[in-house]
């Protein structure tokens, strides 16, 4: 009865005075390095995805098997700092995104008596890595702690995606037999023997660009005066720019079109994401 | 020269000793009434004060008193405990203080057959002017000190004991309990559960006649019990008041301004009980007057114990109802408490200091215009004391001002020695100093009846009379004297009160500390106008030029502090969750501690802990504390004079430090999800996933509401020397909360 009323008293004394304020960061350090790790199940996190209808394929016991690419991640490095009034915050936010982009399903090859001729194949899914390079600002609620507490993240930066320079696995999805030099032999064995001698003919050297759009929520959970433990979630929407002449790549006596590559690797770019983020963050 | 200063512990437990050499000084004596001081609680601290709420709960659990499930036994518990620890720890509640101890000693006589049931009960005082008694499920009987002033006599507190008692012995909380569980969805619940309640109240009365009746207490006295209760809303007597009490010898109040009639007590005995938890006065008289044909051999018993004892007693609980009107702002019932008992006690220095507060308080209102809430209003006028209430209502400002300052300083002039009298008047003169509506330029130094025979005389003869004194004026002095509130013409009988005050305006020491407190209230008023008028491109050079110069209102340069009690109450489910608060009250504490420790700010917590630790004085403190928490925020924006000066004043030597802190944090969880949305986003399916991924966990994770509250008291002066609230959207973790102290604390080490 009457400790409610003492309750009511502080809250009464205090609650309309003018001296309320926004204190400022934690235990009043407001700069912050954060190491973040970034998942995304695409099953539900791709809003608006689709595969264009073709297979996924992933190395299996030296072969290649249909798969379908359930799980991507990244990771993120942050360098921050709350503005004068500790409610909002400014940082730059760099890191990568894995991914994975579908091969190619055509292999061109070319035999001097009969020239090029189309051989189907099935490609190992492409490793793509997106850098990104994003400027965030970061709207606190009423009363957090910036760096600490909950915070709106919103940002606009720039992506640069290459596919993984490495060795990446095909084979032949083509029994069919051709006239390849001076015999009938068939197209795996073709495939086959171009792989062996040659690998595969991606071209890692092209980068797509573009940029992108996060809000996040996040919220930063203290577990000691300078460490927080970070969790949240992201939402971020990728726009590649126009697309440039990919062109042909070319490995002499065969090779693949970069357009389809590339179409590929900007489909998987562009897709908008939802992730889960978890990290830890450093406050100075 | 070598200065030796002891650690704190050292002189905190000199200071223990001290108080308990005290009280046990006390305990062989009485208290002297013409010194009264408020009462505290006595001898060692009972299990009920110290144990936290989770160990009261387990330690019923583990004893299985009741018949209910365990799921259902632990709500019950849970809310029996934690409402009744909140009123234990609410700095009201006292023991083993003389009137716990009377009520004990009235109960020992009552359950001399029963020593089993005696074994279980505990009796404390409530300090409030309510008047009533209750027994809870833990075998608590608490008694108010409104209840112990309105007694006539030991039978009748013998007879509502014995009602508590029943109370008890028939389990009617529990019960009670278990049939609001049972009739959650009933229609026409409340009245219902009145009657329910009734029949339990009845059963009470009949079973207190038991114990009553064996213990050989007199019959006569039981109805009259009921007459207590009917008119206990009333003051604890019935005394005229003479319109010569408000007049002194240099100050005459005209008639006009006081009560030509007599205002009857309008209490009616069948009153309409359709809602109330208590059958009216009638239904019990009529009920028990049957029951009492039941016992025969009726005892004659009505004082066990000496009537002057029962009287003295009584008398404690009157004078602590001053202190508590004075708590409360009910300014017109403690000075009608101080008219009854100066009679009694006219040199109680006591009084004199409680009649000063009431004076202090009626002008502190009446110049914020809150002078309504402290008088009760007209249709309350009731009985003699409404002549009180009349007057004071009738009062306007310079009458209060004036009255005021007579009263005030004829009680410190009559105790010059008084330092808690001499603080009074000095928060008086800065009240004037700080009013827009007083100016001494206002008051003659001719008194009222001086002027209205000078009035009343025939014109010629007193213009020769006054002549002869004159020198001869010029016109300007002649309209100035026209002017003059000594001047015959301006005279008005209705304005005594400028005719009140002749001879304090010869007083020079009170002037001039009225001029300088005066002088000190223009600068500032001339400097906040200053800054009021600048453009805001002044103001911001003005801020630029004087950046040093602080206008933080936290930086009070804090370096020692009695932090009262932390508090953090943790809402789970819309209410409170006893468990978690408990705990993390607990880790709040050591937060605090550790974070003025960082900022050199030296700490000193009474709280649990402390109380546990170190007992009845720790516990005292802590009430005391609360009572000037209490009285602050009841009077809102009005600085109230500490009622317990005297103890915070000895709190205040025994830490060091007059800055006293208290704090609090709640926290709330409610997720604000608008089902709507969800509704319409399903409908438009393709925008249900961002709906479930984007808003819901958003939502979900905005939910906490953590709000920290400090408020900073200058025990010397009352006076709430800075306050601080934020709120956070988080829960009240550790990081969070130390994050927020420490900023709080680097604010108020600061320098203004």
């Given at each position: 009865?009457?400790?409610?009323i003492l309750?009511?008293?502080?809250?009464?004394?205090?609650?309309?005075?003018?001296?309320?304020?926004?204190?400022?960061?934690?235990?009043?350090?407001?700069?912050?390095?954060?190491?973040?790790?970034?998942?995304?199940?695409?099953?539900?996190?791709?809003?608006?995805?689709?595969?264009?209808?073709?297979?996924s394929?992933?190395?299996?016991?030296?072969?290649?098997?249909?798969?379908?690419?359930?799980?991507?991640?990244?990771?993120?490095?942050?360098?921050?700092?709350?503005?004068?009034?500790?409610?909002?915050?400014?940082?730059?936010?760099?890191?990568?995104?894995?991914?994975?982009?579908?091969g190619?399903?055509?292999?061109?090859?070319?035999?001097?008596?009969?020239?090029?001729?189309?051989?189907?194949?099935?490609?190992?899914?492409?490793?793509?890595?997106?850098?990104?390079?994003m400027?965030?600002?970061?709207?606190?609620?009423?009363?957090?702690?910036?760096?600490?507490?909950?915070?709106?993240?919103?940002?606009?930066?720039?992506?640069?995606?290459?596919?993984?320079?490495?060795?990446?696995?095909?084979?032949?999805?083509?029994?069919?037999?051709?006239?390849?030099?001076?015999?009938?032999?068939?197209?795996?064995?073709?495939?086959?023997?171009?792989?062996q001698?040659?690998?595969?003919?991606?071209?890692?050297?092209?980068?797509?660009?573009?940029y992108?759009?996060?809000?996040?929520?996040?919220?930063?959970?203290?577990?000691?005066?300078?460490?927080?433990?970070?969790?949240?979630?992201?939402?971020t929407l990728?726009?590649?720019?126009?697309?440039?002449?990919?062109?042909?790549?070319?490995?002499?006596?065969?090779?693949?079109?970069?357009?389809?590559?590339?179409?590929?690797?900007?489909?998987?770019?562009?897709?908008?994401r939802?992730?889960?983020?978890?990290?830890?963050?450093?406050?100075? | 020269?070598?200065?030796?200063?002891?650690?704190?512990?050292?002189?905190?437990?000199?200071?223990?000793?001290?108080?308990?050499?005290?009280?046990?000084?006390?305990l062989?004596?009485?208290?002297?009434?013409?010194?009264?001081?408020?009462?505290?609680?006595?001898?060692?601290?009972p299990?009920?004060f110290?144990k936290?709420?989770?160990?009261?709960?387990?330690?019923?659990?583990d004893?299985?008193?009741?018949?209910?499930?365990?799921?259902k036994?632990?709500?019950?518990?849970e809310?029996?405990?934690?409402?009744?620890?909140?009123?234990?720890?609410?700095?009201?509640?006292i023991?083993?203080?003389?009137?716990?101890?009377?009520?004990?000693a009235?109960?020992?006589?009552?359950?001399?057959n029963?020593?089993?049931?005696?074994?279980?009960?505990?009796?404390?005082?409530?300090?409030?002017?309510?008047?009533?008694?209750l027994?809870?499920?833990?075998?608590?009987?608490?008694?108010?000190?409104?209840?112990?002033?309105?007694?006539?006599?030991?039978?009748?507190?013998?007879?509502?004991?014995?009602?508590?008692?029943?109370?008890?012995?028939?389990?009617?909380?529990?019960?009670?309990?278990?049939?609001?569980r049972?009739?959650?969805?009933?229609?026409?619940?409340?009245?219902?559960?009145?009657?329910?309640?009734?029949?339990?109240?009845?059963?009470?009365?009949?079973?207190?006649?038991?114990?009553?009746?064996?213990?050989?207490y007199?019959?006569?006295?039981?109805?009259?019990?009921f007459?207590?209760?009917?008119?206990?809303?009333?003051?604890?007597?019935?005394?005229?008041?003479?319109?010569?009490?408000?007049?002194?010898?240099?100050?005459?109040?005209?008639?006009?301004?006081?009560?030509?009639?007599?205002?009857?007590?309008?209490?009616?005995?069948?009153?309409?009980?359709?809602?109330?938890?208590?059958?009216?006065?009638?239904?019990?008289?009529?009920?028990?007057?049957?029951?009492?044909?039941?016992?025969?051999?009726?005892?004659?018993?009505?004082?066990?114990?000496?009537?002057?004892?029962?009287?003295?007693?009584?008398?404690?609980?009157?004078?602590?109802?001053?202190?508590?009107?004075?708590?409360?702002?009910?300014f017109?019932?403690?000075?009608?408490?101080?008219?009854?008992?100066?009679?009694?006690?006219?040199?109680?220095?006591?009084?004199?200091?409680?009649?000063?507060?009431?004076?202090?308080?009626l002008?502190?209102?009446?110049?914020?215009?809150?002078?309504?809430?402290?008088?009760?209003?007209?249709?309350?006028?009731e009985?003699?004391?409404?002549?009180?209430?009349?007057?004071?209502?009738?009062?306007?400002?310079?009458a209060?001002?004036?009255?005021?300052?007579?009263?005030?300083?004829?009680l410190?002039?009559?105790?010059?020695?008084?330092?808690?009298?001499?603080?009074?008047?000095?928060?008086?003169?800065?009240?004037?100093?700080?009013?827009?509506?007083?100016?001494?330029?206002d008051?003659?130094?001719?008194?009222?009846?001086t002027?209205?025979q000078?009035?009343?005389?025939?014109?010629?003869?007193?213009?020769?009379?006054?002549?002869?004194?004159?020198?001869?004026?010029?016109?300007?002095?002649?309209?100035?004297?026209?002017?003059?509130?000594?001047?015959?013409?301006?005279?008005?009988?209705?304005?005594?009160?400028?005719?009140?005050?002749?001879?304090?305006?010869?007083?020079?020491?009170?002037?001039?500390?009225?001029?300088?407190?005066?002088?000190?209230?223009?600068?500032?008023?001339?400097?906040?106008?200053?800054?009021?008028?600048?453009?805001?491109?002044?103001?911001?050079?003005?801020?630029?030029?004087?950046?040093?110069?602080?206008?933080?209102?936290?930086?009070?340069?804090?370096?020692?502090?009695?932090?009262?009690?932390?508090?953090?109450?943790?809402?789970?489910?819309?209410?409170?969750?006893?468990?978690?608060?408990?705990?993390?009250?607990?880790?709040?504490?050591?937060?605090?501690?550790?974070?003025?420790?960082?900022?050199?700010?030296?700490?000193n917590?009474?709280?649990?802990?402390?109380?546990?630790l170190?007992?009845?004085?720790?516990?005292?403190?802590?009430?005391?504390?609360?009572?000037?928490?209490?009285?602050?925020?009841?009077?809102?924006?009005?600085?109230?004079?500490p009622?317990?000066?005297?103890?915070?004043?000895?709190?205040?030597?025994?830490?060091?430090?007059?800055?006293?802190?208290?704090?609090?944090?709640?926290?709330?969880?409610?997720?604000?999800?608008?089902?709507?949305?969800?509704?319409?986003?399903?409908?438009?399916?393709?925008?249900?996933?961002?709906?479930?991924?984007?808003?819901?966990?958003?939502?979900?994770?905005?939910?906490?509401?953590?709000?920290?509250?400090?408020?900073?008291?200058?025990?010397?002066?009352?006076?709430?020397?800075?306050?601080?609230?934020?709120?956070?959207?988080?829960?009240?973790?550790?990081?969070?909360?130390?994050?927020?102290?420490?900023?709080?604390?680097?604010?108020?080490?600061?320098?203004?």
């Open positions: 009865m009457r400790k409610v309750f009511q008293t502080i809250i009464t004394l205090t609650a309309f005075s003018a001296f309320a304020q926004n204190k400022k960061g934690l235990f009043g350090k407001t700069q912050f390095v954060e190491f973040n790790s970034l998942s995304c199940f695409n099953a539900f996190s791709h809003l608006g995805y689709y595969n264009g209808g073709y297979y394929y992933s190395p299996s016991e030296n072969s290649l098997s249909r798969s379908t690419d359930k799980f991507n991640y990244g990771w993120n490095v942050t360098v921050g700092t709350a503005l004068k009034k500790g409610n909002a915050g400014f940082s730059l936010q760099t890191g990568f995104w894995y991914s994975n982009a579908n190619p399903s055509d292999l061109r090859v070319y035999d001097p008596q009969n020239g090029w001729f189309t051989a189907y194949i099935a490609h190992e899914n492409l490793r793509v890595r997106t850098f990104i390079l400027p965030v600002v970061h709207l606190t609620e009423n009363g957090s702690f910036f760096p600490a507490g909950l915070n709106h993240e919103i940002g606009f930066g720039l992506l640069s995606s290459r596919i993984a320079d490495r060795e990446y696995a095909l084979k032949s999805m083509d029994e069919g037999s051709y006239y390849w030099n001076g015999t009938y032999t068939p197209v795996n064995k073709i495939v086959d023997s171009i792989y001698s040659k690998g595969s003919p991606i071209d890692t050297k092209s980068a797509i660009k573009g992108s759009i996060l809000y996040g929520i996040k919220f930063r959970t203290p577990v000691s005066k300078n460490v927080v433990i970070s969790w949240g979630l992201r939402y990728n726009f590649t720019f126009k697309s440039q002449d990919y062109g042909w790549s070319d490995q002499g006596n065969y090779g693949i079109s970069n357009i389809e590559v590339y179409e590929s690797v900007k489909r998987v770019v562009s897709n908008n939802l992730s889960l983020n978890v990290g830890a963050a450093w406050i100075l | 020269m070598l200065r030796f200063s002891f650690p704190p512990a050292f002189r905190r437990s000199c200071c223990i000793l001290l108080t308990a050499a005290i009280v046990s000084c006390k062989l004596g009485q208290q002297d009434f013409n010194h009264f001081q408020t009462l505290q609680s006595q001898g060692a601290i299990g009920d110290f936290a709420t989770s160990e009261k709960i387990a330690e019923d659990m004893a299985k008193r009741t018949d209910l499930s365990t799921a036994e632990k709500e019950f518990l809310n029996i405990h934690s409402s009744i620890d909140h009123l234990l720890h609410s700095g009201s509640v023991y083993g203080d003389e009137i716990s101890e009377y009520v004990s009235v109960a020992d006589n009552l359950l001399r029963e020593p089993e049931l005696r074994r279980q009960l505990r009796f404390y005082t409530i300090k409030s002017n309510e008047t009533n008694a027994s809870t499920d833990q075998g608590i009987v608490f008694v108010t000190t409104g209840l112990v002033s309105q007694l006539a006599s030991e039978a009748q507190l013998a007879y509502i004991l014995s009602h508590e008692i029943s109370h008890y012995t028939e389990k009617h909380v529990i019960q009670t309990y278990s049939w609001k049972e009739n959650a969805y009933e229609r026409n619940r409340l009245e219902k559960l009145s009657a329910y309640s009734k029949e339990h109240e009845f059963e009470a009365d009949k079973l207190a006649l038991r114990r009553y009746h064996a213990a050989g007199s019959k006569e006295e039981v109805l009259s019990t007459d207590v209760l009917m008119y206990s809303y009333l003051p604890f007597d019935e005394i005229e008041v003479p319109n010569s009490y408000f007049m002194t010898e240099r100050l005459y109040i005209p008639d006009s301004y006081f009560a030509t009639k007599k205002y009857p007590i309008k209490a009616n005995e069948n009153y309409n009980d359709d809602r109330s938890s208590h059958p009216n006065i009638k239904k019990r008289k009529d009920a028990i007057t049957l029951s009492l044909k039941d016992y025969a051999n009726w005892g004659t018993v009505v004082f066990s114990q000496s009537v002057e004892h029962f009287n003295y007693i009584r008398n404690l609980a009157r004078f602590e109802s001053i202190r508590t009107d004075i708590i409360s702002a009910d017109g019932e403690a000075l009608y408490s101080v008219f009854l008992l100066e009679r009694e006690y006219p040199e109680s220095v006591y009084l004199k200091q409680m009649k000063a507060l009431a004076w202090l308080g002008l502190q209102f009446r110049e914020e215009g809150h002078h309504n809430k402290t008088v009760p209003a007209s249709n309350d006028y009985g003699e004391s409404a002549a009180m209430y009349y007057f004071l209502r009738k009062l306007n400002k310079n209060t001002q004036t009255l005021a300052i007579r009263n005030i300083l004829d410190q002039r009559s105790l010059p020695e008084d330092e808690m009298l001499a603080e009074i008047r000095k928060r008086l003169t800065k009240t004037l100093a700080g009013s827009s509506h007083f100016s001494w330029s008051y003659s130094t001719v008194d009222f009846h002027m209205a000078r009035s009343a005389a025939p014109p010629d003869s007193l213009k020769t009379a006054l002549s002869e004194e004159e020198k001869p004026q010029s016109k300007y002095d002649r309209i100035k004297s026209q002017k003059s509130v000594n001047s015959i013409e301006r005279f008005d009988s209705t304005q005594f009160y400028f005719y009140g005050l002749g001879d304090i305006l010869s007083d020079t020491a009170f002037l001039d500390e009225y001029h300088n407190y005066k002088n000190e209230y223009n600068a500032r008023k001339a400097h906040e106008e200053k800054l009021n008028a600048m453009t805001p491109k002044e103001r911001y050079e003005y801020d630029r030029e004087h950046k040093g110069e602080t206008d933080n209102p936290l930086a009070i340069h804090l370096e020692k502090t009695v932090l009262t009690q932390p508090v953090i109450v943790d809402h789970r489910k819309g209410k409170p969750d006893r468990y978690a608060s408990e705990k993390l009250t607990m880790k709040l504490s050591e937060i605090l501690e550790n974070v003025s420790q960082n900022h050199g700010v030296e700490i917590t009474i709280d649990h802990n402390d109380i546990r170190n007992g009845t004085a720790s516990f005292n403190e802590r009430s005391t504390l609360y009572g000037l928490l209490e009285q602050t925020a009841r009077y809102e924006d009005i600085n109230a004079f009622a317990d000066y005297m103890l915070l004043k000895t709190i205040r030597e025994t830490y060091g430090t007059s800055d006293l802190m208290y704090t609090m944090v709640e926290h709330h969880y409610k997720a604000d999800i608008n089902i709507a949305i969800i509704g319409v986003s399903t409908l438009l399916f393709p925008t249900l996933p961002i709906t479930l991924l984007g808003y819901v966990p958003i939502q979900l994770l905005r939910g906490h509401r953590t709000t920290i509250s400090a408020v900073i008291i200058d025990a010397a002066s009352g006076t709430v020397k800075t306050a601080y609230h934020v709120e956070m959207r988080n829960k009240p973790g550790a990081y969070y909360l130390g994050s927020v102290y420490n900023y709080l604390f680097s604010q108020l080490k600061q320098t203004h």
